[in-house]
């Protein structure tokens, strides 16, 4: 059974960086690939980077300067790190698995974790 | 590619049928899936490559189009359907549309 689930803080202060764990069970980091999309209240979600099976990574060009995504294989884990948060960068974030290999589409989303930016 | 959806907000009857538009910047190459958002949860995947079917979606779920726009088709709106659809491509990089909120009238 695939799942997902973010963990990491609430709260951040403006200016401060942002770490989150996505932990996954149920298949391996080194044969599917896992991104990270976050979602502010009430529009649309935004893909924000991407750990591929085989350890290489990908950022959407509007957080490349600010996010860093790695993994431990070991654990079966996913990091999130993104530097000089704002207030706009409050909102749900989610670690999500493509449906396959060949596929591009997000078919597992893990339960999102809340993160507002507030001091 | 940017991803425009219509309308943003979408009033319907049960038995309704609704279709919810979806247009890209740039040609999507039938790379689009649809998703469904309720209160609260993950979004769902309802649709991958433009028409094909999630297992266990219901039927009354289809999708179409080519090129730039396209659509997502509900036959017959049922109360559980109430919720915000998202258009989501992924022919060049990977980008969500701003979302239709589907409300019972």
């Known amino acids: 059974q695939v799942q997902l689930k973010e963990s990491g803080p609430g709260l951040v202060q403006p200016s401060e960086t942002l770490s989150l764990t996505c932990t996954v069970s149920?298949?391996?980091?080194?044969?599917?690939?896992v991104s990270w999309v976050r979602q502010p209240s009430g529009k649309g979600p935004e893909w924000m980077g991407r750990m591929w099976y085989d350890g290489d990574t990908a950022y959407n060009s509007a957080l490349k300067s600010r996010l860093s995504i790695s993994r431990d294989t070991s654990k079966n884990q996913v990091f999130l790190k993104m530097n000089s948060l704002q207030t706009d960068d409050t909102g749900t974030y989610y670690c999500t698995r493509d449906q396959s290999t060949a596929s591009d589409w997000f078919a597992y989303w893990g339960q999102g974790t809340l993160v507002t930016v507030s001091s | 590619i940017q991803l425009t959806q219509s309308p943003s907000l979408l009033s319907a009857s049960v038995g309704d049928r609704v279709t919810l538009s979806c247009k890209g910047s740039q040609n999507i190459n039938n790379y689009l899936a649809w998703y469904q958002q309720k209160l609260g949860e993950a979004p769902k995947l309802l649709i991958y490559n433009t028409n094909s079917l999630q297992t266990g979606i219901p039927s009354r779920f289809s999708g179409s189009g080519s090129g730039t726009d396209y659509t997502l088709t509900i036959s017959s709106l049922q109360p559980e359907d109430v919720a915000t659809y998202f258009c989501y491509q992924y022919n060049n990089g990977w980008t969500f549309g701003g979302g239709t909120k589907l409300e019972l009238k």
């Open positions: 149920g298949f391996s980091l080194t044969s599917y690939s």
